[in-house]
């Protein structure tokens, strides 16, 4: 069963860190753009970076400068290391990626993971 797991969420003053991981587990014949997504309560799920299997990055505006996403293709991990952070940036955050899990097939399918909170607070 393919899936991916989130973990280092916490709870953290504001100007604080913390360093997301996530990691895509089972049958796996290839992993594509991996990115993660944050939920607030009461709002919609929002993109927060992503990056290809080339190591191309793409970030949210307000995210540009304080995260920092980065893998390790070896492991097929994702990580999202987040600084100064702000009480808005509390939400759960989801991995995402496209994963290959058919043997000689081309098609990728998107998965999410099951989340990870993120509490920013003095």
């Known amino acids: 069963q393919v899936q991916l797991v989130e973990s280092g969420g916490g709870l953290v003053q504001p100007g604080g860190s913390l360093r997301l991981s996530c990691v895509a587990s089972?049958?796996?014949?290839?992993?594509?753009?991996m990115g993660w997504y944050r939920q607030a309560p009461g709002e919609v799920r929002e993109f927060v970076a992503s990056?290809?299997?080339?190591?191309?990055?793409n970030y949210a505006d307000s995210e540009k400068g304080r995260f920092t996403i980065s893998r390790d293709n070896l492991k097929r991990a994702v990580y999202l290391q987040m600084n100064s952070l702000k009480p808005e940036d509390t939400a759960v955050y989801y991995c995402?990626?496209?994963?290959?899990?058919?043997?000689?097939?081309?098609?990728?399918?998107?998965?999410w993971g099951q989340g990870t909170q993120v509490t920013v607070t003095s």
């Open positions: 990056i290809s299997s080339g190591g191309t990055t």
């Open positions: 089972g049958r796996i014949y290839g992993v594509n753009t």
């Open positions: 995402n990626a496209d994963l290959k899990n058919e043997p000689g097939r081309t098609r990728y399918y998107n998965y």
